[in-house]
């Protein structure tokens, strides 16, 4: 069992950068694999980034080349550093856990943070 914390985001100029933290506590080990989601109301979340227990990282769509994810394993802290912010990265976002990974992908995600909100504004 987990339980995620997030804190951080809130708003930004276009261009800005931003981060977000997602504190873990609970049963971990180097079989959980993490992510950052984001999600529009009324639409399904969508991935933003993973990292499993090997340190891989996925990147999706917009946030290639401009976000970094991260796993603190000293202090079991999920980061998402920002950058290059755009209005278009106005969205409500998660962390969330999986208990295990194949292949560089997360399985069934069961643990989700309560959500972050970041705002750009051009």
């Known amino acids: 069992q987990l339980t995620l914390v997030q804190s951080g985001g809130g708003s930004a100029q276009a261009g800005g950068s931003l981060r977000l933290s997602c504190v873990a506590s609970?049963?971990?080990?180097?079989?959980?694999?993490w992510a950052w989601y984001r999600q529009v109301p009324g639409k399904t979340r969508e991935a933003v980034a993973t990292?499993?227990?090997?340190?891989?990282?996925r990147y999706y769509k917009s946030a290639k080349g401009r976000f970094t994810i991260s796993w603190d394993n000293a202090k079991n802290v999920l980061y998402l550093d920002m950058n290059s912010l755009t209005p278009e990265d106005t969205d409500m976002y998660y962390c969330?856990?999986?208990?295990?990974?194949?292949?560089?992908?997360?399985?069934?995600?069961?643990?989700w943070g309560q959500g972050s909100q970041v705002t750009v504004a051009s």
């Open positions: 969330a856990s999986a208990s295990s990974f194949s292949d560089g992908y997360c399985d069934t995600y069961e643990w």
């Open positions: 609970g049963r971990i080990d180097s079989r959980n694999c």
């Open positions: 990292i499993d227990g090997d340190g891989d990282r």
